[in-house]
T-cell receptor, first 109, second 114 residues
Framework: EDQVTQSPEALRLQEGESSSLNCSYTVSGLRGLFWYRQDPGKGPEFLFT???AGEEKEKERLKATLTKKESFLHITAPKPEDSATYLCAVQVGYQKVTFGIGTKLQVIP | ETGVTQSPTHLIKTRGQQVTLRCSSQSGHNTVSWYQQALGQGPQFIFQ???????GRGNFPPRFSGLQFPNYSSELNVNALELDDSALYLC?????????????FGEGSWLTVV
């Protein structure tokens, strides 16, 4: 069965303090790994899709990387508005996307 | 703004009742999936519809059912509601069924079962 594990479950950073969120996965035949941001009471907002090991994508202060067993979401010099839950998800077949439990990030001014 | 709209945004039902949730997918997207997200958990896949046919199902009982219409909008129906059905229900749309295609989520429908 596909498994996605995110760590840490919660992370508290000072504004400007860079860090990384981890997503480790156990799947057979990865077709895509997704990162989403979710604000309280809202639906997930798409950030990145990664397809193969070695791939990297960037958007503003966020950079996502992928290896054969895990993905990292690096946050450089975070701001309070980056506070949210970050969800990692994997897709193997044509239908189901399996999500992790998420990392709740709080950035303190 | 993803272009995926859901209604209603919030509702309260009594155990044993039935509920219908609605979703309009992003323009041109013919694939719609539904997810259940309990508090503090990641979204769980319920099922997917592609061109009006159920195309895959997660580990949910038959009392969870759906429909997709010719304009690709969709409904999620839940019968015989249980307290554990209380959750955020998310609709997601994508262009075609191709694995790895970007999946866009709506803001969700909050269901409380009392």
């Amino acid at each position: 069965e596909d498994q996605v594990t995110q760590s840490p479950e919660a992370l508290r950073l000072q504004e400007g303090e860079s860090s990384s969120l981890n997503c480790s996965y156990t799947v057979s035949g990865l077709r895509g790994l997704f990162w989403y941001r979710q604000d309280p009471g809202k639906g997930p907002e798409f950030l990145f899709t990664l397809y193969s090991a070695g791939e990297e994508k960037e958007k503003e202060r966020l950079k996502a990387t992928l290896t054969k067993k895990e993905s990292f979401l690096h946050i450089t010099a975070p701001k309070p508005e980056d506070s949210a839950t970050y969800l990692c998800a994997v897709q193997v077949g044509y239908q189901k996307v399996t999500f992790g439990i998420g990392t709740k990030l709080q950035v303190i001014p | 703004e993803t272009g995926v709209t859901q209604s209603p945004t919030h509702l309260i039902k009594t155990r044993g009742q039935q509920v219908t949730l609605r979703c309009s997918s992003q323009s041109g997207h013919n694939t719609v999936s539904w997810y259940q997200q309990a508090l503090g958990q990641g979204p769980q896949f319920i099922f997917q519809y592609y061109r009006e046919e159920e195309n895959g199902r997660g580990n949910f009982p038959p009392r969870f059912s759906g429909l997709q219409f010719p304009n690709y909008s969709s409904e999620l129906n839940v019968n015989a509601l249980e307290l554990d059905d209380s959750a955020l229900y998310l609709c997601a749309s994508s262009l075609e069924v191709t694995p790895g295609n970007t999946i866009y989520f709506g803001e969700g429908s909050w269901l409380t079962v009392v």
